[in-house]
DNA sequence: TGTATAATTAGATAGCTATCTAATTATACA
DNA sequence: TGTATAATTAGATAGCTATCTAATTATACA
């Protein structure tokens, strides 16, 4: 991806003005219905000021506009597209960044819910899901490549404590091969013989 | 879309850590090869120190991973999936808030070009292009319902400060009657015929 | 074993922003 | 015309965060 400053600049500001709980908030109630300045500033506990404030905000972005009635304004969101951008957001901010389109189903849950947050939480008990995870594992390492046993300790150790348990564990159920104290990746498909004639 | 106060909070932190033009600067130089935090420190023109934080926050949400190789340390992307995460953020910044998915393609360029932030840039000179405004315009307006003038130049007001000239065009071009200083909008299949009949 | 390099951690701080209260503006209505 | 209600604007501030320098840790290598 190459993104120009510009375009850098202007996903910040949209951004900015996002990651703010109560903005969030008030575009939730928002794709139900309209809300004036009062109802936003009661639902979320908030001064009158506040709650203005924050839907200038969403207005500078063009987010959401007015409608006035007497002295009330009434706020209502721009677009429906901005109900599936959020919706969007949301599972992409949960799902996304640990999934692999390549997993089926039960891997990506698997996956989903043994790694949070970039961390192992668990070392799985169930076989199953054991070899996910360890499967997993596996692909942070590069085909081809040798790593010394220290290295692939610190690799596991970002995932989890116990790298010693899950390092045999890699090498018991097939994902990688050790001789002399350095590993290598096992490709699904290669065979014992072949992951020996490249070993070092 | 009913989000839990869970699920706020999670996108939240998603977002405040995304919400930063060096942390969205680094993901980018991530998406072409891994980098070592001197390498990083010296693109963004800030010092180390400033660069590994970005570098951790960006690991607590499990999208960078790292590769230790003597005393430096490479950061790499977690996995493509970040890609299309952020080439689809920087899409939708720009133009999700603006497009209507009815629109066509000349609809949308020309919406996309005249309209910023919700601001109408410059009243199209060109025929074609100041008729997809007036129907972009003409929609802030719900059909069946009756406005006074104030209101009218209110909601016009929002998106350029000419709004008579708006106004007047609108009448003109036929996506909105008048009559008493009431107006409404004209439904695209109405008749003037139609419209009159249910004028106020 | 000592020196150099890279990275992280600790601690300080400038600048930003969400919030508040007080003042002002705008509208409705008696 | 005066009063009440809603919203915004002005101005102040607490708290957060991106950044820096200095100190520490970790690794490579002579």
Redesign the pocket.
């Known amino acids: 991806m190459k993104a120009t400053e510009e375009e850098i600049e202007a996903l910040v500001d949209f951004l900015?003005v996002l990651a703010?709980r109560?903005r969030l908030r008030i575009l939730g109630m928002l794709t139900e219905r309209e809300h004036?300045?009062?109802e936003i500033a009661a639902s979320l506990n908030?001064?009158?000021?506040?709650?203005?404030?924050?839907?200038?905000?969403l207005k500078g972005l063009g987010l959401v506009e007015?409608r006035?009635e007497?002295?009330?304004?009434?706020y209502r969101l721009r677009q429906e597209g901005i109900h599936s951008l959020l919706k969007d957001l949301l599972q992409r901010a949960e799902a996304e960044v640990i999934e692999d389109p390549n997993n089926s189903e039960f891997e990506r849950k698997t996956l989903a819910s043994f790694i949070k947050k970039g961390k192992l939480v668990e070392i799985p008990a169930r076989r199953p899901k054991l070899l996910v995870v360890l499967k997993f594992l596996s692909e942070r390492f590069r085909v081809g490549e040798f790593y010394p046993e220290?290295q692939v300790n610190?690799t596991l150790k970002e995932f989890h404590p116990d790298c010693a348990t899950l390092r045999r564990d890699l090498v018991d159920f097939r994902f990688m091969a050790r001789k002399n104290n350095v590993y290598w990746r096992i490709e699904p498909d290669s065979t014992p013989e072949n992951a020996l004639e490249t070993s070092p």
Request: charged share 25%.
């Open positions: 900015k703010d109560n004036s300045v009062k908030i001064k009158e000021p506040s709650a203005s404030w924050h839907l200038q905000q007015i006035a007497g002295t009330n304004r009434f220290a610190e």
